[in-house]
Structures are given as structure tokens and as C-alpha cells.
């Protein structure tokens, strides 16, 4: 089991000398608070984190020539990420439940650096498989662990916003990865690397170097936090405190009882169908994008590419902050996944102009769906079903690996090159009714574990 926190008859004793209102003022002051100190460096980690595996998307075509990877290869390759990412996602969140975020998180980041900068030293397949398998194993921790994390600090009524904030690492990520990997893979060679090592070389420092200001910069949770002042720091904690009671009256408390539990599975299969679409986008939108221009990836491409991302940046910031506000987040997300469905059948049919509106539409829902999403398990699950189920849910990430495989399937099946981003689509909008038709269960239908 975690570690207690630290004097919790003292923050009880406080919070009962309390009026209601300066309560819940002291709690919104000390999540305005939270959200300037973590929000940023949070986002700062997931940019790292989302480069590191989405920047072979880059590197495709230089592999191709240099060591041979081909299509199959690179597609097996980019998509075998996902699947020790899915697998050592569970005991990694349950070693950052007992042993907190401080540590944990600071040792992944360094670990997954050093494996992405090692992507470098790739001299054909089973290299290549064998880092893409090594970096999913690093990497694996990281989501779901700072999922479980932002509900250690923040109440449900804001959890929207701040996944949202959270998400917007991944807009980012591209927007300015985009044009970095294409400038690394466009510059004059130096010290006897290619261009594509030195991306990996580069962009794989950054995670070590953020690893170990983690360690520095995170508290494990609000009451061990000396940057908040004590009366903010009680209030947040009896809140939260507060909010871990109603969950467990409405859903499973620990790991076996959340194995089972229909509401739980019905995440995962959600999930899967997201990260389908995602990956789908992520691992090809360099490649249509340099269809859509006839020029080669580079600096060019990179830059065309990280329009479809400012507009995810934009969309998801303000759709998770509006769900907050009306309380409406499965009909928001069902929404926004019909909308990114039908922009992905339309997109392989238009042209240059129109073909980047929809391609935008299509990566904004893709993307801002995601903590939208999040709001519905992070507000059923409680104590170790939390930390378990969060991570089962990330197992969804496996749709990671089945997103390039299905479309090279769909495209040699049909013997088109559009063929798999039709099926993409569809899996889009059977999402899309998933969601919609996703109730929230109630306490008295719950399986509860104790």
C-alpha cells in the first residue's frame, strides 16, 4: 500500500475551524495554484514523452534508405512500441502508487531517453525492434502514472480543464517537432553521423535532462507540498479526500473487483478505438502531408504538418474547459469523434487545400477527445482500482499497434493506397456511438471492492 499522508488529524482539525466558503475558497486558491506549478512542467514531460516515440514517423523515409527499413518493417516496427508500452503500463503504475511520483516519474524519463537516443544505432530490423520494444517498456509508466497523479491533486470539478492543459502536450509536441525532427534531418552532417541519428541523439537528451529536474520539482501529493500555504493545503486535501469517498461508493476499490468490472472493460475497447485514430494520424500525417506537396520530408513538410496540430492546440483547450462548465463530457466527446470520422472519409478524396481542413479536423478530434474521455474513468475508479485501472485503460495504447498494421492490411487487400484510411474512419465513427451510448454507473449497480 502508498504511504500515508502526513498528519491527517492536524489538516482535520483545521478544516473543521473552517467556514464552507473560506474553505472553498482556499481550495480554488490552492488549485489555481497547483495548476501553475505542475500544469506547465506536466505538459513539458508529455511533450518529451510524445516526441521521443512519435518522431520515427520522421526518420521513415532515411531508415528506408539507410538500413533497409521497409514498409513492413517499419510498420511492425513503430506499432511493436505500443506493445510493451501496453503490457508494462499496470506494474508501473502500481509501483508509483507505493512508492510515489517523485522518484518514479524522474526515473523514467531518464531510462526512456537514453533508450530513444539509442534508436541511433538502428542497423536493420531486429535493432529496430528490439529499441522500439525497449523504449515502450520506458515510456510505459509515464501516462497513466500522471493521469493517477493529477487525481492525487485536482478535485473532478476542474479535472477537464486540467487534461486538457495536459493534453495540450500533444499539439505541441508535433507543432514544434515537426519542424525540429525535418531541421535535424535537413542540416549539414556533422561529426560522422547522419542526420537521423543525430535526431534521436538530440531529442532523447531532452528526456534525460527533464528526468532529473522531476526529481527536484514534483511532490508526491498536496500534503507534501511546502509551496502550498497551510490553510490552501488542508482545504485541497479534505476536498479530494472528500471526492475519494464518493468513489468508492460508486465503483471498485481494488484490483480484482476492477478486473471484472464491465463499466472498466467498456473503457478499454473506448480507448483502443482512440488510440487506433491517433496513431493512424500520428505515424502517416508526415507522409500524406509530403503527398499532399510532392516533396520529400523536411524542413517543408514539418512545417505544413504542424498545421493540423495548431488547430488540436486550439480545440484542445477550449472543448474539455466548456465540458467542465456544462458538465457535459461523453456528448462533447462523442461530438467531437463523429465530426473526426467524417473528416477522415472525406479527406482521401479531396485535394491539397480542402485535404488539409479535413485532415485538421480529423487530428483535432483525435486528440481532444482524449481528456475529455479521461473524465469518465478518473471519476469512477478509487484507491488501487485507480492505480490498476488507469493502467488497463492505457493498455488501450495497444491500438498503437494494430492502427499501421491494419491500414498496410486494408491497402494491400484492396490493392489502394486509401483503403486503410477508409477503415481508420470507420473505427472513428463506431467510436463515436460507443461513447454516446456510455452511462455513468450508479452506486447501487457498481462492483465495489474493500
Request: glycine share 8%; net charge positive.
Amino acid at each position: 500500500m502508498h504511504s500515508p499522508d502526513p498528519a491527517p488529524a492536524a489538516f482535520n482539525a483545521v478544516e473543521d475551524s473552517m467556514a464552507p466558503a473560506s474553505r472553498a475558497a482556499a481550495r480554488d486558491r490552492a488549485v489555481a495554484r497547483a495548476i501553475r506549478r505542475l500544469a506547465p512542467f506536466l505538459m513539458l514531460m508529455y511533450v518529451v514523452s510524445f516526441l521521443d516515440r512519435a518522431n520515427i514517423s520522421f526518420a521513415k523515409q532515411a531508415l528506408q534508405g539507410s538500413v533497409g527499413i521497409t514498409e513492413q518493417i517499419y510498420a511492425l516496427g513503430a506499432g511493436l512500441f505500443f506493445l510493451s508500452y501496453s503490457l508494462c503500463g499496470f506494474p508501473s503504475n502500481l509501483i508509483l502508487h507505493k512508492i510515489g511520483a517523485k522518484l518514479w516519474m524522474a526515473f523514467l524519463l531518464v531510462a526512456w531517453g537514453l533508450a530513444s537516443m539509442s534508436t541511433m544505432f538502428v542497423r536493420g530490423s531486429l535493432s529496430f525492434y528490439a529499441l522500439r520494444l525497449v523504449l515502450g517498456v520506458m515510456e510505459a509508466g509515464f501516462f497513466p502514472g500522471a493521469i493517477l497523479y493529477l487525481t492525487y491533486w485536482f478535485p473532478a470539478r476542474v479535472r477537464g480543464q486540467i487534461l486538457g492543459l495536459f493534453y495540450l502536450a500533444v499539439p505541441i509536441s508535433l507543432i514544434f517537432g515537426g519542424p525540429l525532427s525535418g531541421y535535424l534531418l535537413d542540416m549539414h552532417p556533422v561529426g560522422g553521423l547522419q542526420n537521423w541519428q543525430w535526431m534521436f541523439l538530440v531529442e532523447g537528451s531532452m528526456a534525460v535532462i527533464l528526468g532529473l529536474a522531476a526529481f527536484w520539482f514534483l511532490d508526491n501529493k498536496p500534503a507534501n507540498a511546502a509551496w502550498l500555504p497551510a490553510e490552501e493545503k488542508h482545504a485541497l486535501v479534505h476536498a479530494l479526500a472528500q471526492e475519494e469517498q464518493e468513489r468508492r461508493a460508486t465503483g471498485p476499490t481494488d484490483l480484482l473487483p476492477m478486473l471484472r468490472d464491465l463499466h472498466v472493460l467498456r473503457f478499454v475497447l473506448i480507448y483502443f478505438l482512440i488510440q487506433m485514430s491517433t496513431y493512424g494520424a500520428i505515424f502517416y500525417l508526415p507522409a500524406e502531408i509530403s503527398a499532399l506537396l510532392h516533396k520529400p520530408a523536411g524542413f517543408e513538410v514539418g512545417l505544413v504538418s504542424a498545421i493540423p496540430w495548431l488547430c488540436a492546440l486550439v480545440a484542445v483547450y477550449v472543448l474539455p474547459l466548456a465540458a467542465d462548465r456544462n458538465g457535459s463530457h461523453r456528448n462533447v466527446a462523442a461530438l467531437t469523434l463523429l465530426v473526426a470520422g467524417c473528416a477522415s472519409f472525406a479527406f482521401p478524396s479531396t485535394g491539397p487545400v480542402l485535404g488539409l481542413v479535413a485532415l485538421s479536423l480529423a487530428v483535432s478530434g483525435f486528440i481532444t477527445v482524449q481528456p475529455l474521455f479521461w473524465t469518465l474513468p478518473t471519476a469512477y475508479l478509487a484507491d488501487r482500482a485507480a492505480a490498476g485501472g488507469i493502467a488497463l485503460i492505457g493498455m488501450g495504447n495497444l491500438g498503437g499497434l494494430v492502427a499501421p498494421n491494419v491500414k498496410v492490411w486494408a491497402d494491400t487487400l484492396f490493392h489502394s493506397s486509401r483503403a486503410g484510411l477508409y477503415v481508420l474512419a470507420a473505427f472513428t465513427l463506431l467510436n463515436a456511438a460507443l461513447i454516446a451510448s456510455t452511462k455513468q454507473p450508479s452506486a447501487r449497480h457498481a462492483t465495489r471492492g474493500h
